[in-house]
């Protein structure tokens, strides 16, 4: 979607850094969405945000974090604690309504080696 | 754990219909289902939802049969772009109200064939 940036594309890092993945929306959308991807799986949630200053963990929340400072940016860490920090990672947006869909970035591809 | 259960992969004629199916014999009466594809190396793209009516758009159609068990997504005319990996999502309602999560499976691979 082209409301949503999720930048660099490619980010590659040395094992025991942490990285910072960077996603911005300019749709207003109050929910906005982290999603971890694995080869031939599909996407698991990591942290998920309904309002500013307010994020609840999903189901792969350890070693990440987040914040929501203002309503356009969710940023996602991903720090030394996290295992096999090495994947796709997607950002999503979601209007506040019930049941609306959710709106994809392209995502980050992060190698950690 | 996903709600849903798709088959891994399927093949389809390029011009012909695409039916692909989803069971979700667990949905309860206030959930919707939802359709999603990914290209590879992309983002997820939203297809079309549903709660109990058949659903039509410019992308697709959505058959629900009427115990809600199970639904097909129909690509009335499939093409060479229309190779992906298609999601059939239960909204997961942790929350009395407000957005709740989408938990998604592993989907089904579609590939359309010349």
């Known amino acids: 979607d082209g409301g949503i940036t999720q930048s660099p594309k490619y980010l590659f890092r040395k094992e025991g850094q942490n990285v910072t993945l960077s996603c911005e929306q300019n749709?207003?959308?109050?929910?906005m969405y982290w999603y971890r991807q694995d080869p031939g799986q599909g996407l698991r949630l990591i942290y998920y945000?309904?309002?500013?200053?307010?994020?609840q963990k999903g189901d792969i929340a350890e070693g990440y974090s987040v914040s929501r400072e203002k309503k356009e940016s969710f940023p996602l860490t991903v720090t030394s604690a996290q295992k096999n920090p090495t994947a796709f990672y997607l950002c999503?947006?979601?209007?506040?309504?019930?049941?609306?869909?959710?709106?994809f970035g392209n995502g980050t591809r992060l190698t950690v080696t | 754990d996903a709600k849903t259960t798709q088959p891994p992969s399927m093949d389809c004629a390029e011009g012909r219909a695409a039916n692909l199916p989803c069971n979700h014999s667990?949905?309860?009466?206030?959930?919707?289902v939802y359709w999603y594809r990914q290209i590879h190396s992309q983002g997820p793209q939203y297809i079309i939802h549903?709660?109990?009516n058949n659903e039509t758009n410019e992308m697709a159609s959505l058959i629900i049969t009427e115990d809600r068990k199970s639904s097909t997504l129909i690509l009335p005319h499939a093409t060479l772009r229309d190779t992906a990996v298609y999601y059939c999502?239960?909204?997961?309602?942790?929350?009395?109200?407000?957005?709740?999560?989408?938990?998604f499976g592993k989907g089904t691979r579609l590939s359309v064939i010349a």
């Open positions: 999503a947006t979601q209007v506040s309504a019930n049941n609306s869909p959710l709106h």
């Open positions: 749709l207003n959308h109050d929910a």
């Open positions: 945000s309904q309002i500013v200053n307010d994020f």
């Open positions: 667990t949905i309860s009466g206030n959930e919707y």
């Open positions: 549903g709660l109990k």
């Open positions: 999502i239960v909204r997961v309602a942790t929350m009395p109200s407000g957005n709740t999560p989408l938990v």
